[in-house]
């Protein structure tokens, strides 16, 4: 059943608990950022069952985290937060990670106005929609062998930069530079590679789309400049992942996990929240392989973007740019280092549906953000608003230097394609100016507006929490999607 509201305390306007106790076997409390609108969303599912019962995680550590677009998930919530003692038996879970390992969000921006992008948007996204791959199983323009496959889950955005694919200083604003150390390919299956081998470099179905937006306004003016963003900029978020190759990652292991559950005599709530300790056979294997997926997913946003920048220069012409603002990933496991109860301690983060947020300080940040904090991409929903931010101090203090990922849903796919909303989306949107391209009439359907959570009262919970600050907001004029 689901929880009531009366079974969590209040701790202020944007935090709830769901105290240790609550439920049997839980070894910690689950926090939840939420304000009393969005808690009365996560009410309807079983996304709050979720995050207590990640709270029975053997060897996690701190609290059990929800960020507000919290939502039902594979195991863990959508929105889910969860850190584990690897040198203490701490476990790894697939399913803190999910099905599309590293599906991620990169903002691109360039140096036309939206005045003068308006006028030919049509015709941009037309040419955007030829030149990206969109849909589920659409084979990409990328030609990979067997051998050069493995070299891109060994070295993610630096093996297409390095052939030809972008320039090397696009690797100096992605997180973790576009590439995780520790894959192995070997470690990645057959099946999954097969999967994997026609895809980089295409957009995907589901959620992922590629958009063409405006700066509509600026927050902080200081941080948007040392960010090179100013009123009006056009500038593209890509919203991609890992693919097929991500999908069968996961699928390999979590039955392997599921049975090695019971060599290493873990009982849990949920199968979907199968886990191994990290140190072992099992682990390390699924944290080699995940890495590589990883890798192969900024590979894949990498190939993205250089076929963005060719559309873009065969409509506003050759000396059109396209800079890497940043590229953050959202479907990740991590070894960091943090503060627990006063200790420096190594700690594998699990966030599924969740954005590292890390402040001014930390020296993961890249060196042109050093003063500024690590940015932040949280796209909304189709023909809403998405938002640019900077880690905040208190990320560190209680979230492991974690945000929110997105809006995080409210409609299953199927509720919408069926409600009354969709019958009109395309023309709603037109309406509002913004041109969309889909492979499918679905493609838009389970994508409405409606079927999301207000990002902008999902943004304006974790600032109020300070997780993040704000520091942009941008506005769509165009969409593909698969």
């Not at 070894?27 to 969005?38: G, K």
């Not at 100096?172 to 990645?188: F, I, R, Y």
């Not at 069968?248 to 300790?277: F, K, N």
Request: with cysteine; proline share 4%.
């Amino acid at each position: 059943m689901p929880f009531e509201l009366s079974q969590l305390e209040k701790l202020d306007e944007v935090r709830w608990l769901i105290p240790r106790g609550t439920k049997e076997g839980m070894l910690t409390d689950a926090l939840i950022y939420a304000d009393e609108r969005l808690m009365r969303d996560l009410i309807k599912d079983q996304s709050l069952e979720q995050a207590a019962n990640v709270a029975m995680l053997p060897g996690i550590v701190g609290r059990s985290l929800a960020m507000p677009d919290i939502h039902q998930g594979y195991g863990f919530p959508i929105g889910g937060v969860a850190a584990t003692l690897p040198d203490e038996g701490g476990v790894v879970s697939p399913g803190g990670v999910g099905f599309d390992i590293n599906c991620g969000v990169r903002l691109l921006a360039s140096a036309l106005t939206a005045e003068e992008v308006r006028p030919k948007s049509r015709e941009l996204v037309n040419q955007l929609f030829r030149d990206i791959p969109t849909g589920a199983g659409r084979k990409g323009n990328i030609r990979l062998s067997h051998q050069e496959l493995d070299k891109v889950l060994a070295e993610g955005a630096a093996w297409m930069v390095a052939h030809g694919y972008g320039d090397m200083e696009d690797l100096q604003t992605m997180e973790e530079n576009g590439c995780l150390e520790g894959a192995d390919p070997a470690a990645v299956s057959d099946r999954a590679k097969t999967r994997g081998l026609p895809q980089a470099g295409t957009l995907g179905s589901g959620n992922h789309f590629l958009e063409v937006q405006y700066v509509e306004r600026i927050f902080d003016p200081g941080v948007a400049e040392g960010l090179g963003l100013y009123q009006n900029e056009i500038v593209v978020l890509i919203h991609s992942g890992s693919r097929g190759l991500g999908h069968q990652v996961c699928t390999d292991y979590l039955r392997d996990m599921d049975e090695g559950m019971q060599r290493y005599a873990i009982a849990l709530p949920d199968r979907q929240l199968a886990s191994v300790p990290a140190h072992s056979r099992e682990g390390q294997a699924y944290l080699a392989a995940m890495r590589a997926a990883a890798n192969f997913a900024w590979a894949n946003r990498q190939g993205i973007t250089h076929f963005t920048r060719g559309a873009f220069k065969r409509i506003f012409g050759e000396k059109t740019e396209l800079r890497v603002v940043y590229d953050v990933c959202h479907n990740i496991a991590k070894l960091e280092r943090h503060q627990v109860e006063g200790r420096d301690r190594k700690v594998l983060v699990h966030r599924k549906g969740a954005t590292r947020a890390f402040p001014v300080g930390r020296p993961e940040v890249p060196d042109a953000y050093k003063k500024l904090g690590q940015p932040v991409l949280i796209p909304g929903s189709m023909g809403t608003s998405s938002y640019v931010l900077v880690g905040a101090a208190g990320s560190l203090k209680e979230s492991f230097g974690t945000t929110c990922h997105g809006a995080g849903r409210v409609m299953s796919r199927t509720a919408a394609k069926k409600s009354a909303f969709a019958q009109n989306a395309r023309e709603r949107l037109e309406e509002q100016g913004i041109v969309v391209r889909s492979e499918s009439r679905d493609g838009i359907t389970e994508e409405i507006p409606e079927a999301y959570k207000d990002v902008d009262n999902v943004v304006e919970v974790v600032e109020r929490a300070g997780l993040s600050r704000r520091v942009a907001r941008l506005k769509p004029l165009g969409v593909i999607k698969g």
